[in-house]
């Protein structure tokens, strides 16, 4: 089994899309798609295996080896921080990691004012990073979900979290003020992989690139 390419992919728009491009360079991976609860599937004919996890567990499996290829979203990433190659933008599930205020905050606030501020976001290290960078004291309260809540019970005057069209941010009364990052699809690689089933891996990184 040692000769098989694992990759590990997260459920959701980003499975369907990872699925979509994998085909165009003739690995088929469709039956991931349908109501299996499997967690592993495997192509004998092709010697791919393919494992169904949780976002931000994507880079501990190609980390650790268990995976040697996966497909997680840049903030995920970026969050991490770890120890991967990442050779390929897939230019899919686009978004951006944005800084966020009330309205009415937001009518009077000057970011270049900023000194000691309070941020609710489920990036803690995003956030610690960016605003230590330009000398921005920040208390983070880090949340798992309904980040827009915090700025309307008082719990935080802003969040940092990732925004795609705006509606849920509008919808809850706040406006984006600075813009963090840009995200999108990554493609990461095991490093060990990387030489160990070199010509396979390239092969595949080349092969999509052609479609990006």
């Known amino acids: 089994m040692n000769d098989f ?11 369907e899309e990872s699925v979509a491009l994998f085909k165009k360079i003739g690995i088929d991976c469709d039956e991931l798609l349908g109501s299996s609860r499997k967690l592993i599937f495997e192509n004998p ?12 567990d994507v880079p501990t499996y190609v980390e650790y080896g268990s995976a040697d290829l996966g497909i997680v979203g840049k903030d995920t990433l970026l969050e991490q921080g770890k120890d991967l190659y990442e ?3 897939l230019k899919f599930g686009y978004c ?4 966020a205020e009330p309205v009415g905050l937001a ?3 000057d970011p270049s004012r900023w000194a ?3 941020i609710a976001t489920k990036y803690p290290n995003i956030t610690e990073k960016y605003f230590s960078s330009r000398g921005i004291q920040v208390e983070i309260i880090k949340l798992y979900g309904s980040i827009e809540l915090a700025p309307l019970v008082g719990l935080s005057e802003r969040i940092v979290d990732l925004v795609s069209t705006g509606e849920t941010l509008k919808q809850n009364g706040l406006v984006e003020v600075e813009t963090i990052a ?4 990554r493609l990461v690689v095991n490093r060990a992989s990387l030489k160990t089933k070199h010509e396979r891996i390239i092969g595949i990184i080349e092969g999509l690139e052609r479609f990006l």
């Open 5 to 15: 390419i694992t990759i590990a992919i997260p459920k959701g728009r980003i499975l």
């Open 182 to 185: 840009e995200i999108t699809t």
């Open 45 to 56: 004919e092709q010697k791919m295996r393919y494992m169904i996890v949780r976002a931000t």
């Open 87 to 89: 050779p390929l933008d």
């Open 96 to 99: 951006r990691m944005m800084v």
């Open 116 to 118: 000691n501020i309070r």
């Open 107 to 109: 009518e009077k606030d």
